[in-house]
């Protein structure tokens, strides 16, 4: 992990552990404290502390004139705090679940994102917009997706994924105090919450006090030599589960967490397939026309000589998320189906 | 009012209240000790409707499977009260092969071409469809109407003015229910909408406007009526909001602490204050009431079996029904 | 009414024509003999604001730099009433560097931080970030307020509706307006709107309405006046709509072959109306009326000047300012 | 042009000529006396007839009960379009703009394209979604975007691109008769408008009556041997100039029309490739996350040998469109940048 800023220990010689959701809030807490200007708006922010307890306890801190329930009028409060953001307050904005961006989207794209762009520069637009993201526990095809490729196909806004405490903590802090627009995705599959299936990497070393993780930096979650898992948040955790299991095969992953899709860090990418020669991208949003495609497309552009094999992918397959867990789980990016595909690559 | 209709409104009441029960029961009944969301033979979010009973069933008592129902993220009331199959409604709720979707939609997005029933997990969204029933219903010159249900809490969505605004202008036959249980998740009324009655919104559209204030499944199937009526004579769209209550949590799983009318909840339970008047007025004793309820068990347990019975999709048929 | 105040009034309908009559001059001069969107000095889509002067004149006579507006696609006479800097408003939408957004944004999005005053394209979506703009300047425990504008086809988007509920239940300062010019491109009022008047629609969410019915810049200056001393005052939003007039074409090139009512538009022309009110009231004579129109002329012609002679934006600039 | 049906003849011995928006039109018509389950709806479809002409004399021939103009409320409207279409209508929607998916996009992905699907089948939504795409005329950063990315990377709803008159007419005859959600963009640049500069292949041989265009298919636009490009819409004209001014320099272009991204006709792009060794994607959508990363990792993961030289495009390069011609000129995918591009891969 790469950690800048004052207080930046690496996470090796910290011993406090938090779960996701937890370090995303000590986060917010920790900005809002130092900048009034930060506020919390979104439906059910306050007394309910966030549907994945994204903002849990933060009213009871910061009282209501600071983080701020909301009517279900997304296009509203997301447009308030553009307007909010324009006039120099730092706004955070919570869409509960990233399947709502149908009905804010103009807000969100025409606006938060290209306003900066439309002024020259005049104008700057220092916000953070949250969502929940990602499926697994049979919520249906309208709270199940991912849905990062769509934000980050349009321009003028970051878009940030973290997937473990500590980073989701430092990603949290930059996207705060960066001047932009920054969309930040937080799969609900490694908040750690009390509710749901806890993958053993949504508890994890935090740093205490304020630092920053790099918006546009991935991180190389597992060094290896056979084979680039290009991922990212709870298709990590996947990712890294079957390399542990398939180093006892003698096949060695290395495994990369993209952290941020805007900016993308293909330099990173790009280095570590041409060590590894094979590329598998992992990713639980949708296969055609997003993340997997661009990431293979970076390399090809760059060097299609660099992969010995077929770039490969391991998304859902176009289809709506399924209800029933048999079909969902057969969708899904699960480490069955991310192992059968880095077994079919070394072979290939 | 006819006997008859009262003992069917407290009939419909009481099936979806033993239907609510009964997935409630099944939902928590494999996620202890330690509540897991995706544990179980039905997992997922699951919004019951246990306190809202007089709405589905005043309304729905004038459409038959002809007229359209477009319902919310919180669907089964209306469901059952349009007369949605029970057995494949619960088979959908337990993500099975016979159920109204295959087991693809689930609780939130079940959908029924007999009945013209479907429903929507977004906000107000299920409105806008609603619309397009209505105008292939006039359009083919019949009196079939559509009904468009969504929260309090929704009736602030863009969605929602969208909609009113559409129908009045095109004169559709559609009727708009808003069920005002208090609270949208845990915020409630006063810090999501600007007014005390979305009745009063009507005017916005120049539509009539009524709101219930007190749950009463006769005052909603008389208000009701009266905008069915109208929507089949031609005469354009009407609002209804319902002051209702939501007996449990927004969601199985919700603890509720942000909820100060808690304790006095359950006296606001639409089912035995009916049943009393029904009682009073002699239209009820001890024996019809256990006959409808003993009927309403069985129905629902039927309906679970089947459910528990019909076989879970086959992973391979996975990406099917993408595309007709 | 003050004198000065009249004639303030009238000296910016004048400067608001005399700039739109430029503007039409610059985008049609090279566009003959066929007219191509594309080509000229000024390329892209045109909304002219031509008898809507009294709105913006109206509204923005009560506002400081300090407060806050949004307009809409149609957006010059609000933005020069609101005093942003006529060259460079002219500089943008002739697409140069010294223009407000050095040439990237365009007539449709014109962004100004010294006024506060910012536009949208996107119909009705320029009402939502008003609503932060006040929320902050009630925060920081100022009486600044915001101005939000839209077109009367504008006010059946459900941006609309949630802005109103928004401002309402939160009692943001804001003062939302409505301009009704009878038409939204080719649809008439009568297709888009199920009430004659919006402002029944401030009903819905507990706040003042009021419709101004005759384009008069004194009432518009009278109603608005009211709304935004409310709204300074701590009270919380208003609606006002203004039945005004689109005297020319929805954008330049609209020949308008959908429209009855084009015979009557220019005898509906606020400003030979007003002008000769304020003479008929001796506020006005032919010497103040030629000072004022040499003024304006003088002033505008000066803005097409500098924004002809500023540089077109280099395109090795492209990719710049998409990140701050 | 590959073309199916009753009435198909090859465009070589059709004399008459048509514009695109004019074969749009006559397309709509004919299914509109065909079947009167067929209706539009829209703003301005009316009296206006579309303002990019798309449904220009549709009122007068079929009256307002089946050409309903309606209010700007794009959520009613097309929400009201997805449920006529689930009661057995046939509505064709249009949303003006496409820049303006943002007020409507639930609407559209979570309820036209889902529907199907979490009906187990039950359930057909046969309906089309119109809208025009495109800059190049100085419209600014809100009425100038491609975007048909966005669309084809949600799942449940097919996407089609015509870029030449008789395609026009085709797909949209296709794309009525589909019992799916068809998402038809049609880019201002190509539908030889009075009132903007056309291409001069804006204007071209349409066959009379009845015909379809298959959903799903490529189209060989111009042969050619050194190199693939893959490209749709107006880029489509802009490739064919290229090609032809480069075949002169003994450069030999294949120009794919690709005419549908869902389905994608991934086969045609293949077998180019294979031949060409080269591959260059034209997109006047945004360079990242869409439909030139996908086209170029179809060839990666198939075969990542066939490109002899690395991958190329020419995209929006993630910029919101500037209004300034000499900007919005830098940002497109114009002939200049193609022809670089081109020159460059084959001297790779
Ligand atoms: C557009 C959108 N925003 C937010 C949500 C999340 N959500 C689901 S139910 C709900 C509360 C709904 O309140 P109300 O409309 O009053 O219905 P109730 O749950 O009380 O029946 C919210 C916010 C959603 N599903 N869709
Ligand atoms: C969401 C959206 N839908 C459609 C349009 C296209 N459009 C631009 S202006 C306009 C008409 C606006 O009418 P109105 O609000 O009355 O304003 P006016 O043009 O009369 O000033 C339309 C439909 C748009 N810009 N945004
Ligand atoms: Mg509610
Ligand atoms: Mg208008």
């Known amino acids: ?348 | 009012m006819e006997p008859q209709v009262r003992l069917e409104l407290y009939r419909t009441m009481v099936l979806i209240r033993t239907f609510e029960e009964a997935i409630r029961r099944e939902y928590h009944a494999d996620k202890k000790p330690v509540f897991d969301i995706a544990a179980g033979l039905i997992p997922g979010e699951m919004h019951l409707a246990a306190g809202q009973e007089p709405v589905a069933a005043g309304v729905c008592a004038h459409l038959t499977a002809d007229d359209a129902v477009t319902a919310t993220h919180r669907p089964h009331h209306f469901a059952i009260a349009h007369g949605v199959n029970l057995n494949r409604l619960a088979a959908e709720i337990f993500g099975r092969v016979d159920g109204l979707g295959k087991g693809r939609g689930g609780h939130m997005h079940l959908f029924d071409p007999e009945t013209h029933f479907s429903c929507s997990g977004i906000i107000a969204e299920g409105y806008p469809p609603a619309l397009g029933q209505a105008l292939a219903f006039k359009r083919r010159g019949t009196d079939r109407i559509a009904v468009a249900v969504t929260g309090e809490g929704a009736a602030n969505q863009g969605a929602f003015h969208e909609s009113l605004n559409l129908a009045a202008l095109w004169k559709l036959p559609v009727v708009f229910i808003v069920e005002d249980n208090d609270w949208g998740i845990s915020v409630p009324r006063s810090a999501s909408t600007s007014v005390p009655s979305n009745a009063v919104r009507a005017a916005a559209y120049g539509i009539p406007g009524e709101r219930v204030e007190d749950n009463s499944v006769e005052a909603v199937y008389r208000v009701a009526g009266e905008a069915i009526a109208r929507a089949r004579a031609g005469e354009g769209p009407s609002l209804i909001e319902v002051h209702t209550v939501r007996l449990w949590g927004h969601f199985e799983g919700d603890a509720q602490g942000y909820r100060p009318d808690l304790a006095e909840v359950a006296e606001r339970d639409p089912l035995p204050i009916y049943e009393a008047e029904l009682r009073r007025a002699g239209v009820l004793d001890d024996d019809t009431v256990k006959a409808i309820a003993a009927e309403a068990s069985e129905r629902v347990e039927a309906a679970i079996a089947f459910a528990k019975n019909s076989p879970e999709p086959d992973p391979a048929t996975a990406l099917d029904h993408v595309f007709a």
Chains 1, 4 share one sequence.
């Open chain 1, 1 to 348: 992990m790469t950690v800048t800023g004052t207080a930046a220990p690496s996470t090796a010689q910290v011993q406090r552990r938090l779960t996701t959701a937890k370090a995303m809030v000590e986060a917010i807490a920790l900005e809002m404290e130092r900048d009034e200007n930060v506020i919390v708006l979104g439906e059910d922010v306050g007394a309910y502390g966030g549907i994945f307890s994204s903002t849990a306890g933060l009213l009871e801190r910061f009282g209501p004139e600071r983080v701020i329930d909301t009517p279900i009028s997304e296009t509203a409060f997301i447009g308030a705090a553009i307007g909010a953001a324009v006039e120099g307050m730092r706004p955070i904005a919570e869409l509960m679940f990233v399947d709502f961006f149908g009905v804010c989207m103009d807000q969100i794209y025409n606006h938060m994102a290209k306003i900066h762009f439309e002024s020259g520069g005049n104008v700057k637009v220092p916000m953070v917009l949250t969502a929940a993201v990602g499926g697994g526990y049979s919520d249906g095809a309208q709270h199940s997706q991912c849905l990062w490729g769509t934000f980050a196909h349009l321009p003028g806004m970051k878009v940030v994924v973290p997937s473990t405490p500590a980073d989701a903590k430092g990603l949290m802090i930059s996207a705060i105090r960066d001047d932009n627009p920054v969309v930040y995705l937080f799969h609900k599959g490694v908040l750690g919450l009390p509710w749901m299936a806890k993958s053993r990497r949504a508890v994890g070393p935090v740093p205490e006090g304020d630092y920053q993780v790099p918006i546009g930096k991935a991180a190389i979650a597992r060094p290896g030599t056979d084979v680039t898992i290009v991922t990212l948040a709870l298709s990590v955790h996947h990712a890294l589960d079957v390399a542990e299991e398939l180093a006892e095969e003698g096949i060695s992953c290395e495994v990369i967490d993209l952290r941020s899709l805007v900016p993308l860090d293909t330099e990173t990418i790009l280095e570590s397939v041409a060590r590894t020669g094979r590329l598998l991208v992992v990713d639980e949003d949708y296969l055609s026309y997003g993340l997997s495609g661009e990431v293979i497309a970076r390399v090809a552009e760059h060097d299609p000589t660099l992969l010995r094999a077929p770039a490969a992918r391991v998304c859902v397959p176009d289809v709506p998320i399924p209800y029933a867990r048999s079909l969902e789980q057969a969708v899904l990016p699960t480490p069955d189906r991310i192992r059968d595909a880095v077994r079919r690559l070394v072979s290939a």
